[in-house]
């Protein structure tokens, strides 16, 4: 049963115009949120977070949105950039627990 | 942001033997390090989560006794594959969390690649 979910597989995006990636979860528990980057072959590198306290936090070109009523969030990337071409995760943590759950990733692909 | 390494970067070796793969939070203490397993194009599969002087704790599903793990101190933490089987060829990443004031983050190493022939 996945409690982070990322229904996108994959998502297209023109250069210069906004990615939207976006992540559900099941478990009202969970009161932490991140979202990571990765390349084929590397690890994953965190971009970004925001606490259940929060409906949004912004950091340069990435903006993570959170409604908790609808358990979903989102990740904003303006503008897109040919370098943001990677696999994003969300995830999602419960209140004192250091293991995070992993949505499946969605590939972003931005093209000239 | 903090530095996670991990060595080897690549490695191949023979059914049977087994390997180790070392992690290390080069810039801060962690008290808690993950392994991670990824298949081709499959989400990040934790393996197992270890906090340092304890045991880890092992995913369902997950061989304690083929994957054996140490986190001996608050930087190191080790992976060792034994008896290792073609199946068990994959991308191994290790991370490790660490708690600031009113944020988490979590930091992943770049990741092993190992081939069992």
């Known amino acids: 049963d996945q409690q982070v979910k990322q229904n996108s597989p994959s998502l297209s995006v023109q250069e210069g115009r906004i990615s939207i990636l976006n992540c559900d979860y099941t478990?009202?528990?969970?009161?932490?949120f991140l979202w990571y980057k990765k390349y084929p072959a590397e690890g994953p590198t965190f971009l970004i977070s925001?606490?259940?306290?929060?409906d949004k936090n912004e950091d340069g070109r990435f903006t993570v949105f959170l409604n908790k009523s609808a358990k979903h969030l989102s990740l904003h990337i303006v503008p897109s950039q040919p370098g943001d071409s990677a696999v994003y995760f969300c995830a999602a943590l419960k209140g004192g627990s250091y293991i995070p759950t992993f949505g499946r990733g969605t590939s972003l692909i931005v093209h000239p | 942001g903090a530095v996670v390494s991990q060595h080897p970067s690549r490695v191949i070796c023979k059914s049977g033997t087994s390997v180790k793969i070392e992690c290390r939070s080069l810039d801060f203490q962690a008290t808690t390090m993950f392994w991670y397993r990824q298949f081709p194009k499959q989400s990040l599969m934790l393996m197992a989560t270890?906090?340092?002087?304890?045991?880890?704790?092992?995913e369902q599903g997950v061989e304690k006794d083929k994957f054996l793990i140490n986190h001996a101190s608050l930087t190191l933490s080790t992976l060792t594959v034994t008896s290792a089987h073609p199946e068990d060829s994959s991308f191994y990443i290790c991370s490790a969390s660490l708690w600031q004031v009113n944020s988490y983050e979590q930091y992943f190493g770049p990741g092993t690649r190992l081939t069992v022939t």
């Open positions: 925001i606490s259940s306290i929060k």
């Open positions: 478990n009202s528990m969970f009161d932490y």
């Open positions: 270890s906090n340092e002087g304890s045991k880890a704790t092992y």
